[in-house]
């Protein structure tokens, strides 16, 4: 594995982490009292006018689906080298979006360009490389462990020309937000079919179609991520054409396998960048405040936790380059162990720099003053995001047992 980065990355880093100091910092508080202001209006999920002034300047720079791997519709960078951009636009809760990088888009695109018809890929891929839509990914049920794919229980049910889909759905990112146009919806097709991975399949929903209805948004840990946020749906009846299958009747399980390798790769990627910043604000914090008659940075805790957050970091940001490579020299499936190691290593180890960058703040950590609330919100949701830790666990040991057998 060659640890330097390409000619081609260390130029998009240059360009990246120039936006980001000239326009992504300066305008974090711009965009988090334009939120509040839709609020107090009644109406938070409304788009900014900031961050889509901020789209059009990233897209006139070229900073612009840098996570898809085709050179004819984006810059076609490969896993390796779109790692540290990521890592970037991770230092910053709204730059994956000002650079169409952000989730469930990203996912959902890759679905589309991987698995779509041509016809599918002109109706939806189009509009949201372009940005000009957004759109959601409705997987996850509240009656069921979702952690267990076949444990869905929605259906879509053939009749005719057309599919009948009918299920509840929740933590649907995106649904709430006006800009979005369009649904994956997974359920089973054949909730007989003898092989369990069989059973589900993945179907495209406009999100205006009659039947569905967004009962109400789900905020994490007291926060609604607006104008974004998370959905709880209900899917009655809903008559959508047959035409609008994904691959195929069974193929679902499949596709989500596919989907949800890169995506997991890339919530790592992005936490590594929410660690190196909170471990950024810990260091400026302690060096000015004094207690007991010297700066917090010179107490031997404080160096302790600075220290091994730096080495949990480093060690973070390996694996997840060693699985990005990985996935470009042998393919996601045989690179599925580090993937599955990745997605429970960064999680924990921004859950824990954070926290002590919150301690390290003191009450200052844990209200809106600094980043560091609304990070650990986010980085404790992705221990369970994309599946839990235990459900990866599980898959390492099994795969190292057979390994050792």
């Known amino acids: 594995m060659e640890f330097s980065y390409s000619l081609r990355t260390q130029e998009y880093l240059e360009r990246i982490a120039a936006f980001m100091d000239s326009h992504i910092y300066p305008n974090e508080s711009t965009f988090f009292a334009e939120v509040q202001q839709h609020r107090s209006q009644g109406n938070p999920w409304r788009p900014t006018r900031i961050v889509e002034e901020l789209k059009a300047r990233a897209r006139d720079q070229g900073l612009w689906n840098l996570f898809l791997p085709d050179a004819a519709l984006a810059p076609g960078l490969s896993n390796t080298e779109y790692a540290p951009l990521a890592e970037i636009m991770g230092r910053s809760p709204i730059a994956s979006e000002v650079f169409n990088c952000s989730a469930p888009d990203t996912g959902n695109m890759e679905v589309l360009h991987r698995y779509g018809t041509e016809a599918q890929k002109a109706r939806w891929l189009r509009p949201l490389l372009e940005g000009e839509i957004r759109s959601c990914f409705a997987m996850t049920e509240p009656e069921v462990a979702s952690s267990d794919a076949t444990n869905i229980e929605s259906s879509i049910r053939r009749e005719g020309a057309h599919y009948i889909l009918s299920g509840r759905k929740w933590w649907s990112s995106g649904a709430n937000d006006p800009r979005c146009k369009i649904i994956i919806f997974m359920g089973k097709t054949a909730p007989e079919a003898a092989d369990p991975h069989r059973q589900q399949s993945m179907i495209l929903v406009p999100m205006d179609t009659a039947g569905i209805t967004v009962k109400r948004h789900l905020p994490v840990f007291g926060y609604d991520d607006a104008p974004h946020g998370h959905g709880e749906m209900l899917f009655d009846q809903?008559?959508?054409?047959?035409?609008?299958?994904?691959?195929?009747?069974?193929?679902?399980?499949?596709?989500?396998?596919?989907?949800?390798?890169?995506?997991?790769?890339?919530?790592?990627?992005?936490?590594?960048?929410?660690?190196?910043?909170?471990?950024?604000?810990?260091?400026?914090?302690?060096?000015?405040?004094?207690?007991?008659?010297?700066?917090?940075?010179?107490?031997?805790?404080?160096?302790?936790?600075?220290?091994?957050?730096?080495?949990?970091?480093?060690?973070?940001?390996?694996?997840?380059?060693?699985?990005?490579?990985?996935?470009?020299?042998?393919?996601?499936?045989?690179?599925?162990?580090?993937?599955?190691?990745?997605?429970?290593?960064?999680?924990?180890?921004?859950?824990?720099?954070?926290?002590?960058?919150?301690?390290?703040?003191?009450?200052?950590?844990v209200c809106d003053d600094f980043p560091l609330a609304y990070a650990y919100a986010h980085a404790r949701t992705l221990r369970i995001a994309d599946g839990p830790d235990e459900v990866h666990r599980n898959q390492i040991a099994r795969l190292e047992i057979k390994a050792q057998s």
Do not use: Y
């Open 238 to 365: 809903v008559r959508v054409p047959a035409e609008n299958l994904l691959l195929g009747e069974g193929r679902g399980f499949e596709i989500a396998q596919g989907r949800l390798g890169p995506g997991r790769i890339h919530h790592c990627m992005r936490l590594i960048g929410m660690a190196e910043r909170a471990l950024e604000l810990m260091c400026r914090r302690t060096a000015s405040r004094v207690t007991f008659g010297r700066p917090i940075s010179e107490q031997s805790v404080t160096q302790e936790r600075i220290a091994q957050s730096r080495i949990l970091i480093e060690q973070a940001r390996l694996l997840t380059l060693k699985t990005a490579w990985m996935m470009d020299t042998v393919g996601n499936k045989a690179a599925r162990a580090a993937i599955a190691m990745i997605k429970v290593a960064a999680p924990q180890m921004a859950c824990q720099v954070i926290d002590w960058a919150i301690q390290a703040h003191g009450g200052a950590g």
